[in-house]
């Protein structure tokens, strides 16, 4: 039904693919999961549901600042040119009203996990909010994404700690690893659009060395998983599924670029089974 969705508020947040609140949620639930020992009680559970509840309304979020900067470069772009701002469908204006709204939303969630989750969560504003900007600088926007999409792993930490410790950051710079290997993948979709029209990417940036780096990407990801959580046996599948990603990638064919990205729920989910085996 979520593929269906005609309601142009609802696709404008994506609410529609909800695999980019996956990835942003995973983070979170690493470390609040590892932070605990890898012991699910009532606590986590209540922390579990804010941070989704917060992947939502920031994953939404990202999507309406993301769609106002690219509004005029989504209208060339073949998988994007009937999104709701760039075919005219919402007003700027309509957006930016939406905006302030999930800003609020996730002002109040972020308020109910404490002060200090709250002063975490304030500083991954600005990279959120220039992170459209660097497809335009850099060949490397997908770095800053994982910059931005893996900043929960530091919150869910704090959420059960209080402070920041080395496997928080270990966490966090896995997922960094790991978005720079999917979120590559996810750009060779666009790759002929992106070049025609001079956007960057690491897709165009690496061509066919892609494969090579998102399997370097994935290995180091995995490392500092085992890291963080002082754990080998449970990352074996994580391996396995890491493998598969990379063997059976087309970088030639947008469909399979899909494909292999959105399989990353797994990879997510296997790096959380992981970590709480090793807790």
Not at 165 to 179: D, H, R
Not at 236 to 253: E, G, K, Y
Request: aromatic letters at 12%.
């Amino acid at each position: 039904m979520l593929k269906k969705l005609k309601n142009p508020y609802m696709r404008l947040m994506r609410l529609h693919q909800p695999i980019g609140v996956w990835l942003l949620f995973f983070p979170c639930a690493w470390a609040i999961m590892l932070a605990s020992g890898g012991v699910f009680n009532a606590n986590n559970a209540k922390l579990l549901v804010l941070f989704a509840i917060g992947a939502v309304l920031m994953r939404s979020a990202g999507c309406v600042i993301n769609d106002i900067a690219d509004r005029k470069i989504d209208v060339l772009v073949e998988r994007t040119k009937t999104r709701p701002l760039a075919s005219g469908e919402i007003k700027v204006w309509q957006a930016v009203v939406l905006l302030a709204l999930l800003l609020f939303l996730s002002l109040l969630v972020a308020v109910s996990l404490g002060l200090s989750v709250l002063m975490w969560a304030a500083l991954s504003l600005l990279p959120v909010i220039i992170y459209p900007l660097m497809k335009r600088i850099s060949w490397w926007p997908q770095l800053f994404l994982g910059l931005v999409f893996n900043w929960g792993a530091i919150m869910g930490w704090v959420a059960v700690r209080g402070v920041v410790e080395l496997p928080a950051f270990l966490l966090y710079l896995g997922g960094i690893c790991w978005t720079l290997g999917y979120d590559t993948i996810y750009a060779h979709q666009d790759k002929a659009d992106d070049s025609r029209i001079g956007v960057k990417s690491t897709a165009l940036r690496l061509g066919a060395k892609t494969k090579p780096f998102v399997a370097v990407m994935y290995g180091l990801a995995t490392l500092f998983f085992m890291f963080a959580s002082g754990g080998f046996i449970g990352f074996i599948p994580v391996m396995i599924h890491a493998t598969w990603q990379i063997r059976t990638l087309n970088i030639d064919s947008p469909a399979s670029a899909r494909k292999t990205f959105l399989s990353n729920v797994w990879f997510g989910s296997l790096v959380l089974i992981g970590l709480v085996v090793a807790g």
